[in-house]
């Protein structure tokens, strides 16, 4: 049985990800700090698949746990989650998301060349072009300016990964995610942001449970169809299995470069008022929204140009925009 590593498992990319691989006959074992994530989950997937994943509360800026870790476990392969990502927040904290970030992501790096270790998956996001100049784009688009710490520290991560795998045999894939939302069909697990969410699926839901007052639609003068923004939104499950298959292509040796980036999307726009309107029909449930002014820092449109995910990996997303958001009102019913 083939041994993986998932780091920030209990996250909500996460733990959807170590359900998928459980489901396909992988051992998993998970390390995250719990800085982003509750203890909780481990028991949610146990009770998912039926199998407890070996858990490690390990913090990856420790750079002795990290060497220590990889001693004494020979993974098969590792996919690489563990990781500050709010935008916002990186603005305000510049040097802990270069530390979290690109720090543990180096001590990682060098603990798999040390043990041999070749077989590694990288979260990374479509937060690296920026607007893009086309539409939709694609693996070759210009990487853009970073507009955030955050995502300069997916830009430099990639680039850190390249370089790694110039000088050993590790075999590496970036994974470029469009919009993850929605939750497990079970909606056992889901995603479970702290505080007020910054995303617009969890602010949706939360409206529509009476959570939260009203949601505020950031813009509504874009050069779109309705002048709101328009994002690819991708079931976080759909996502997940993508990461099954990306791992089976390294772990089989079918990776044509040492380094690979594939866009994981659905190749789909939908604008925030679209959301809405998709939310209520599957639902029922009603979003009261108000139009506001612009979010700094937002693109106007990003969606996917998915044929080169659809071909060289095989893989494409199997569910829909509807059913994503069905399966988020179902999670947020569970929250107390
Ligand atoms: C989506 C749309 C908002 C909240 C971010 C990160 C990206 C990735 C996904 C990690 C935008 C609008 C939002 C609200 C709104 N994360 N919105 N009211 O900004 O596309 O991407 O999350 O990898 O890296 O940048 O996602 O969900 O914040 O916003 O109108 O209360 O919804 O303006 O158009 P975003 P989002």
């Not at 210009?142 to 997916?154: D, F, H, L, R, V």
């Not at 995303?199 to 939360?206: E, G």
């Amino acid at each position: 049985m083939k041994k993986v590593l998932v780091t920030g498992g209990l996250g909500f990319i996460g733990s959807h990800t170590v359900v998928e691989l459980q489901n396909e006959g992988f051992e998993v074992i998970i390390i995250d700090n719990l800085s982003n994530s509750s203890i909780e989950v481990l028991d949610k997937i146990t009770s998912i698949t039926g199998i407890k994943p070996e858990y490690h509360n390990i913090d990856l800026k420790d750079k002795l746990a990290v060497k220590i870790f990889f001693e004494h476990h020979p993974v098969d392969g590792i996919i690489h989650f563990a990781a500050s990502k709010a935008v916002g927040e990186s603005v305000q904290m510049p040097l802990e998301y270069y530390e979290n970030n690109i720090g543990s992501l180096v001590y990682i790096l060098q603990e798999l060349k040390a043990n041999n270790l070749n077989n590694f998956i990288f979260s990374s996001s479509c937060t690296v072009y920026g607007q893009a100049d086309e539409l939709p784009i694609t693996e070759n688009a210009p990487i853009k300016p970073a507009e955030s710490p955050y995502g300069n520290t997916k830009q430099i991560g990639e680039e850190i990964i390249k370089d790694a795998t110039k000088v050993s045999n590790l075999k590496a894939i970036a994974l470029r995610y469009f919009n993850p939302i929605g939750a497990h069909e079970s909606a056992k697990i889901g995603e479970l942001p702290i505080g007020v969410p910054q995303n617009l699926i969890p602010f949706v839901v939360q409206t529509a449970a009476g959570i939260r007052e009203e949601l505020s639609v950031f813009g509504s003068d874009y050069d779109t169809p309705d002048g709101t923004a328009v994002r690819d939104y991708i079931h976080v499950v759909d996502l997940a299995k993508a990461h099954i298959v990306a791992l089976r292509r390294l772990i089989e040796n079918n990776n044509k470069a040492q380094f690979e980036i594939f866009n994981l999307g659905t190749g789909k726009g939908n604008s925030v008022l679209e959301v809405i309107q998709s939310f209520e029909k599957v639902t029922g449930k009603k979003v009261n929204y108000k139009l506001v002014d612009r979010r700094a820092g937002d693109i106007t449109a990003a969606y996917a140009d998915t044929n080169y995910a659809n071909d060289e990996l095989g893989w494409k997303t199997e569910l829909s925009l509807d059913d994503a958001l069905l399966s988020a009102w179902k999670w947020q019913e569970t929250l107390k």
